[in-house]
């Protein structure tokens, strides 16, 4: 059996080394189905991958009224210096018809209000505004949210898409209200006829297409607030592997620096992680 004393002990740092930076997915359902395969926020996971962790803090079914609540929560003034960036996708329970089986219905004016008072949380504790991102609810089909909620033997929920519209057009006016970013989704994912069978599964959330759709318009801005973001410790074909706690001591690596050295003519492909 061995003993404790067999094994090489390895001393902790003195000090923590360099933190990750954070990227937070805050929303409803359409962000806590994200992380399903092909969803918009694996893909994002993906993408950063050894440069900012994903935090996925989607709710289900929840509207602004709780969103205002939790967002100190899950993200205190003390882990503001590590965020990239934070995404706020809310709306699409929001806009559900105001009816007595409906509590969940949020007014317009309650809504643009707690979509305002969480960016201001967000300024208050210094998430700067180039890192606030703005998400539109998309838009959504009621004769297919009718016919799912038919087949699954519920109630469809009171929904209409005209309205939802002005909803997304809020979204898109308090962005610039406050100057943070936008992704609209409403307007833009109509490009077709058939639109809500592409995009929309169940003319609500979005199929592995809508799930691409959002992943590409939003890449581009998360890229540009990752620019500084380097990965934490050297590619493995920068390693000296007769000697791993040096390579491990150097400085952050911006693997973008070093690709043309190695890969001249793939500048834009990171090189796997993983040996031959």
Same mark, same amino acid.
């Given at each position: 059996m061995e003993r404790e004393e067999d094994f090489e002990i390895v001393n902790a740092p003195e000090?923590?080394?360099?933190?990750?930076?954070?990227?937070? =997915?805050?929303?409803? /359902?359409?962000?806590?189905? &994200?992380?399903?395969? @092909?969803?918009?926020?694996?893909?994002?996971? $993906?993408?950063?991958?050894?440069?900012?962790?994903?935090?996925?803090?989607?709710?289900?079914?929840?509207?602004?009224?709780?969103?205002?609540?939790?967002?100190?929560?899950?993200?205190?003034?003390?882990?503001?210096?590590?965020?990239?960036?934070?995404?706020?996708?809310?709306?699409?329970?929001?806009?559900?018809?105001?009816?007595?089986?409906?509590?969940?219905?949020?007014?317009?004016?309650?809504?643009?209000?707690?979509?305002?008072?969480?960016?201001?949380?967000?300024?208050?504790?210094?998430?700067?505004?180039?890192?606030?991102?703005?998400?539109?609810?998309?838009? =959504?089909?009621?004769? /297919?949210?009718?016919?799912? &909620?038919?087949?699954? @033997?519920?109630?469809?929920?009171?929904?209409? $898409?005209?309205?939802?519209?002005?909803?997304a057009n809020a979204v898109v006016e308090i962005s610039k209200d406050f100057g943070v970013q936008c992704v609209e989704l409403w307007e833009s994912m109509q490009d077709s006829d058939d639109w809500f069978s592409r995009y929309l599964f169940d003319g609500m959330h979005f199929t592995a297409a809508g799930q691409q759709f959002l992943f590409d318009k939003l890449q581009p801005i998360v890229n540009a607030l990752m620019a500084n973001s380097p990965s934490l410790y050297p590619p493995w074909y920068e390693m000296d592997w007769t000697n791993v706690p040096k390579s491990l001591s150097k400085p952050p690596y911006n693997l973008r620096n070093i690709l043309a050295k190695y890969y001249p003519f793939r500048r834009t492909t990171v090189p796997s992680d993983q040996g031959e």
């Open positions: 000090k923590a080394g360099p933190e990750w930076g954070r990227i937070i =997915l805050f929303g409803d /359902s359409l962000t806590q189905r &994200s992380f399903e395969y @092909g969803g918009w926020g694996a893909q994002l996971t $993906n993408f950063a991958q050894r440069r900012c962790d994903v935090v996925c803090r989607g709710f289900s079914g929840y509207t602004t009224e709780a969103g205002k609540y939790i967002l100190p929560n899950i993200l205190p003034a003390s882990d503001a210096p590590t965020v990239r960036a934070v995404t706020i996708l809310f709306g699409t329970n929001d806009a559900t018809l105001k009816q007595r089986c409906n509590a969940r219905h949020v007014p317009l004016h309650s809504y643009s209000d707690n979509l305002r008072n969480m960016i201001k949380y967000l300024l208050r504790i210094r998430v700067t505004r180039e890192k606030i991102i703005l998400i539109t609810p998309p838009p =959504l089909h009621k004769q /297919s949210v009718v016919e799912n &909620s038919k087949t699954l @033997g519920k109630k469809a929920p009171p929904v209409d $898409n005209s309205v939802t519209r002005l909803y």
